[in-house]
């Protein structure tokens, strides 16, 4: 039985082995479930690293006979506070640098390779301890060691020569058959991994190494401390969306050793490999992740754009000191301050024995006239054609954002229509860049079907917006089916103060007007803006820029 007095003690002794001087809140007790069975998910011990608070299953513990280890998981724990990964924004770019060196789908292993960095650490203290941690759970899972976690226990048996091993003989032989050189493989990984300068070098050769253990399928074996740091949060990961120097210079590296073949490039959408590191993470909650994971990766991209987009800066006067209201003087204020004029026209004779005073006031500015800048209605189309925003970086909901962020950066009003072929959704006029942003990540993921009914009603309403439709071909074959489409779109341009049409092509080949919509032209307050899918955003800075200043 593990008293409070024992943890205690095993926390201040776990704290004295860093010789940090850091300070932590003491650890708390994991509350479970009330079955007395354990449960293969249930934790032995983690950390949060935002709160920097730890927690262990004292319970579990004493289940499997690990009294005495408590002090060596403590001390693991503090270790990934300490220095690996330290910060969860180390972790969420490790965790992106992985899925590009081992693409095969399983749970996420760089918490393996930071509890190799940290135990080695405990481990020159108190091995015995962190041994028989992995012992215990390898008694209590009942489960056939597969070859990724026998690779990862003969690295400790290596680096502590333990006897009995951790990795029977048994099971050494059946590695050795499927994987030849696996003994001695785990021999040299452990003269080497420690002696490697830098973690993401370090990670590269871990992952070169381990990837030939992977199993195609995820492993489900319950594991000691497999799963002790959190998941990065939404603003971490987008952090680490874009690799860093050292990454790149790591994975150089590895090549010039000879561990990687080719240095693997960034392939794919930022968010999509972002997603894919979530796919090795439970369900729950990983929608509301994911959804703010783009919100941030798009304001990212967004703010890129609109970099060189500042507000038009208020021009003011010199300041004019203008006579405040008569005062009588008194012994102390400054002579300067007096008002003879008004003294004798008060006082006449008597205006040498009463004064009065007239202090000098800076003329208050006139307050911040608001910018010029028109209503600004989208209509963004969300067909299938474009990626769902959420998962992966959509051009057209780009422009849109790029557009709406920069009439709300100038304090304008923006309303969009969000539409795919059916049922679009209107929203009322937006003062908020977040709530528009929320708005224009609707998707619907069908035909398209532009609402041109909706644009007649809206445009009758309000006839000062730019309006700027974001569609592409799709657009064009809308306007040639639909019956009286012409007319709406010349007369909702005459009530607008302009009508753009901004359309996405997916190939090099030149854009055509045929028929009716190259009729449109010949409006003036019409026009219509092509560019490849790859440009959108970029022309839709380019169109802020113009139509909204900066």
Request: glycine residues 6%; hydrophobic residues 45%.
């Amino acid at each position: 039985m593990i008293s409070k007095a024992d943890l205690e003690r095993c926390w201040r002794e776990a704290l004295d082995f860093w010789e940090a001087g850091i300070s932590l809140r003491s650890p708390v007790e994991y509350v479970g479930r009330p079955e007395s069975k354990w449960k293969a998910e249930d934790p032995l011990a983690y950390i949060d690293l935002t709160t920097r608070q730890i927690v262990v299953n004292l319970a579990l513990m004493e289940r499997l006979g690990l009294e005495s280890s408590l002090r060596a998981v403590l001390a693991h724990e503090i270790g990934h506070h300490i220095r690996f990964p330290h910060t969860l924004g180390i972790s969420a770019r490790l965790l992106l640098l992985e899925r590009r060196l081992l693409p095969l789908p399983h749970p996420p292993v760089s918490n393996l390779f930071f509890d190799l960095l940290v135990n080695e650490v405990v481990g020159r203290a108190d091995w015995q301890s962190l041994a028989a941690v992995y012992r215990g759970f390898r008694a209590a899972a009942l489960t056939r060691l597969d070859p990724f976690f026998g690779f990862y226990l003969a690295v400790y048996d290596e680096l502590w020569a333990l006897d009995p091993p951790l990795v029977s003989e048994a099971e050494r032989d059946r590695f050795e058959a499927a994987f030849p050189g696996f003994g001695a493989e785990a021999r040299v990984f452990a003269q080497t991994f420690y002696g490697l300068s830098g973690l993401y070098l370090q990670f590269v050769y871990f992952c070169s190494i381990f990837a030939r253990y992977v199993p195609e399928r995820p492993h489900g074996v319950p594991f000691a401390l497999m799963s002790d740091i959190p998941l990065p949060s939404p603003e971490d990961l987008a952090d680490a969306l874009e690799p860093s120097e050292e990454e790149d210079a790591a994975l150089e590296d590895a090549v010039t050793r000879g561990w990687l073949a080719g240095a693997p490039g960034v392939t794919g959408d930022p968010l999509a490999r972002a997603g894919a590191v979530l796919s090795g993470f439970p369900g729950a909650g990983q929608a509301e992740f994911r959804q703010t994971l783009a919100h941030i990766h798009y304001r990212k991209l967004i703010d890129r754009h609109l970099l060189e987009l500042p507000s038009t800066p208020v021009r003011r006067a010199p300041d004019v000191l203008l006579p405040a209201t008569l005062e009588a003087w008194e012994p102390g204020d400054s002579p300067k301050s007096i008002d003879w004029v008004s003294s004798v026209l008060l006082a006449g004779e008597m205006a040498a024995a009463s004064p009065m005073k007239r202090e000098l006031e800076e003329d208050p500015p006139p307050s911040e006239p608001g910018l010029d800048v028109p209503p600004v209605e989208i209509y963004l189309d969300t067909s299938g054609s474009m990626p769902n925003p959420i998962h992966g970086v959509n051009a057209m909901t780009l422009s849109a954002q790029i557009l709406s962020a920069s009439a709300l950066r100038r304090r304008g009003r923006v309303r969009a229509v969000v539409y795919s072929y059916q049922n679009p959704a209107v929203s009322g006029w937006m003062y908020d860049e977040s709530r528009a942003r929320d708005f224009l990540f609707q998707f619907a993921g069908s035909g398209t079907r532009f609402p041109f009914e909706v644009l007649k009603k809206l445009s009758s309403e309000e006839k000062s917006a730019l309006r700027v439709i974001i569609s592409d071909a799709d657009l064009v074959s809308n306007v040639q089916t639909h019956e009286g489409s012409e007319r709406i779109l010349l007369e909702a341009a005459r009530r607008s103060r302009v009508l753009i049409i901004l359309l996405a092509w997916w190939t090099k080949q030149d854009f055509t007007y045929p028929g009716k919509f190259a009729a449109l032209r010949s409006e003036p307050r019409l026009r219509v803006l092509t560019a490849q899918a790859s440009d959108l955003a970029r022309v839709a800075s380019g169109l802020a820029r113009a139509i909204l200043g900066g």
